[in-house]
């Protein structure tokens, strides 16, 4: 656990890390101009902006030229077609000059020291640190607090506990992590090849693949306001016919692959049983029969598992 004692971020005209932040719409239209004024509030001196639309069609393209227009040093990328965020994100990504990088979606907004919060952590962190992640206020569509992400139950603990450190049996295990809060260090982004542009969400994949090779570090401080609403990509998960269940199933293969020892497959058991299980219950029975044949490659189904997957159909 980190607490908030990190160096006082430099003043305005000393040498700052440089910041990318790349902004990724898609008709994010009535949530825009809060989150681009946002990126205006950040008293950290020295910011890259990326305004990049993926084809949105409901004027959000209008705000972003007027904003960029408004800011002539800001980047602004309006894509002809939707090619989804993984691939949206890597064509600003590869691009850009930042030390550090935050994957913004513009229906979220930034409190005002989100950036130089993370600077001083990474600055007081150990250079193995990839990911600074921190605590997020959960907002509706209208932009009530509902909650905090992490909520404090003691002094030192949360729910959904936060982790510092390697944490990739973690990431396996369960959803811990608030992913608008992140601040990425360039340098793992681009050791991993940006994000995979075949999967149809980038986080879990991201935690994955980062967290075999760099440590993570929770900052304990809201740094950010996350907004729960129904065209939110997280709202759309396990529906029929969605893509995400099918990028999960491909991500969990590769953590089959990155696994080492007991613990790990473990923890990867536990989160391919639980994807399996949601699976069923929503009636995708292709994607249970694919996580099953996992659980059984992880060498760690119950008599429970055998028992449901007998029932179900899944053994054949």
């Known amino acids: 656990m980190v607490n908030s004692s990190f160096p006082t971020p430099q003043p305005v005209g000393s040498t700052a890390p440089l910041v990318t932040i790349v902004a990724l719409c898609h008709n994010h239209a009535v949530f825009l101009r809060e989150a681009l004024d946002s990126i205006l509030s950040q008293t950290h001196p020295a910011l890259e902006v990326w305004l990049v639309d993926d084809a949105s069609t409901d004027g959000s393209q209008d ?125 793992c982004l681009h050791q991993l090849g940006g994000y995979d542009e075949t999967l149809a969400y980038e986080d879990f994949d991201f935690w994955v693949r980062a967290s075999r090779h760099w440590q993570f570090l929770y900052l304990d401080e809201v740094t950010t306001r996350k907004r729960i609403h129904p065209r939110s990509m997280s709202s759309r998960a396990y529906r029929r016919h969605d893509p995400y269940l099918a990028s999960t199933i491909q991500v969990c293969k590769k953590a089959l692959a990155l696994a080492q020892g007991p613990a790990e497959l473990d923890a990867l058991a536990t989160r391919v049983r639980w994807e399996m299980r949601q699976a069923g219950w929503r009636r995708r029975h292709a994607e249970a029969r694919e996580l099953f044949g996992l659980l059984r490659q992880t060498g760690r189904p119950t008599a429970l598992d055998w028992a449901l997957g007998a029932w179900s159909g899944l053994c054949s």
Not at 78 to 103: K, T
């Open 63 to 187: 705000i972003l030229r007027a904003y960029a227009g408004q800011h002539p040093d800001w980047h602004l990328l309006l894509l002809p077609g939707n090619v989804g965020n993984c691939r949206a994100f890597n064509r600003a990504f590869f691009q850009s000059q930042g030390e550090f990088v935050i994957d913004f979606a513009t229906d979220d907004v930034l409190l005002p020291e989100r950036v130089a919060q993370q600077v001083a952590a990474f600055a007081a962190a150990a250079p193995a640190v990839g990911v600074v992640y921190s605590n997020a206020e959960l907002i509706t569509e209208e932009g009530k607090f509902s909650r905090l992400h992490h909520q404090r139950l003691t002094a030192s603990t949360f729910r959904p506990q936060p982790v510092s450190g390697w944490v990739f049996g973690e990431v396996l295990r369960r959803y811990f992590i608030c992913t608008p809060t992140m601040m990425m260090r360039s340098a």
